[in-house]
């Protein structure tokens, strides 16, 4: 687990002042909105008897535990044990983590680490998302298998003439070789550009696609540090 950077890890319109849970790096973390629509990620973990706040309440900012209704406010610090007679200090353990929280390009990215705000690598950029000329389209899914896995499925160019041979991958027939590719690496991503040369006709609805019979198609595979892919396919008539 790369700990020290940015995940994006849900979907920013799927929270709201109603408390979520959220797994992510084999923690369970509870995330929802003040009144002023500002995000709060704490550890779903109430310190007294092991309740989830997820299935608490929030109110006046502050989340509850659905067990004693110990009361934390955004930092993670309990500011309010019910069963306590007044006059009772509270425990300074009586606290979870919280963790710093981001909303970019429709998404929620948590930071998880222990670097000082100054030294933390930045959030990928994507300019795609701030053009408003693309359309984006929101989706999720699950695999089973370990994510570095499915890293390395999203940034083969090679099995991509055998696997979608039925689909848009079957411009290798003759000879299934790479070209020459260009690869650019910065301080937290790298880049490849290949040209897929003499592609032969798509099928099904790749063939709106990729109508040309033979047709010289650039494609650019992008990774950023520590879990993300971008694939920008550019076909001649659009991207």
């Avoid at 044990?81 to 006059?87: L, Y």
Wanted: with cysteine; charged share 25%; glycine share 6%.
């Amino acid at each position: 687990m790369l700990k020290n950077f940015w995940y994006a890890c849900e979907f920013s319109a799927a929270v709201t002042t109603k408390p979520k849970q959220v797994r992510i790096l084999n923690q369970k973390l509870v995330f929802y909105r003040n009144a002023k629509g500002q995000l709060i990620a704490l550890q779903d973990r109430c310190p007294h008897r092991g309740a989830a706040l997820s299935l608490g309440w929030v109110k006046d900012d502050c989340i509850h535990c659905p067990y004693h209704a110990w009361k934390f406010q955004a930092d993670g610090k309990c500011i309010n044990i019910p069963a306590n007679q007044p006059g009772i200090p509270i425990p300074k353990n009586a606290r979870v983590d919280s963790y710093p929280i981001q909303e970019k390009y429709g998404f929620i990215w948590l930071f998880y680490g222990d670097l000082p705000e100054e030294e933390r690598p930045p959030i990928p950029p994507l300019p795609e998302f701030e053009d408003p000329s693309l359309q984006k389209i929101f989706f999720e899914y699950e695999l089973n298998a370990h994510y570095t896995r499915t890293l390395e499925n999203d940034m083969d160019m090679s099995h991509v003439s055998i696997i979608h041979s039925k689909s848009f991958g079957n411009g290798f027939a003759l000879e299934q070789k790479m070209e020459d590719y260009e690869l650019n690496v910065g301080d937290w991503e790298g880049h490849a550009k290949v040209n897929v040369r003499d592609y032969t006709k798509a099928k099904d609805l790749f063939a709106f696609v990729f109508r040309p019979l033979k047709a010289n198609v650039k494609v650019t595979l992008g990774f950023y540090m520590p879990n993300i892919t971008r694939l920008v396919v550019d076909f001649g008539r659009g991207k």
